[in-house]
Nanobody, 126 residues
Framework: QVQLVESGGGLVQAGASLRLSCAAS????????MAWFRQAPGKEREFVAG????????SYADSVKGRFTISRDSAKNTLYLQMNSLKPDDTAVYFC???????????????????WGQGTQVTVSS
């Protein structure tokens, strides 16, 4: 069993940056495939970014490509999401997720993930 806790969200103006963190506890996530999803009010949860177990392969939604960067630190058992040039459309609750299977690349489907954090709110004002 693994517990995931997100932090780093907040209220920022358009164009600003935020760095989200997802701290894992209970066991190591070094062999898990990890991802960030987000959910805006009235919308379905959507894939934002994913990273392979070894950090060699990252994938991004088209809407965030070139602005967001996903990374992981196995020594700290932590997942990160660096978000630059934020837009009002990025406003959502952001969730980190762990797929305990070791894949070459991350799935974009929420149903494939076994563990979820409680989410952190990101609000971008125009």
């Amino acid at each position: 069993q693994v517990q995931l806790v997100e932090s780093g969200g907040g209220l920022v103006q358009a164009g600003a940056s935020l760095r989200l963190s997802c701290a894992a506890s209970g066991r190591t996530i070094s062999t898990d495939t990890m991802a960030w999803f987000r959910q805006a009010p009235g919308k379905e949860r959507e894939f934002v970014a994913g990273i392979s177990w070894n950090g060699f392969r990252m994938s991004y939604a088209d809407s965030v490509k070139g602005r967001f960067t996903i990374s992981r630190d196995s020594a700290k058992n932590t997942l990160y999401l660096q978000m630059n040039s934020l837009k009002p459309d990025d406003t959502a609750v952001y969730f980190c997720a762990a797929d305990q299977r070791t894949w070459i690349s991350a799935s974009t489907f929420a149903r494939d993930y076994d563990y979820w954090g409680q989410g952190t709110q990101v609000t971008v004002s125009s």
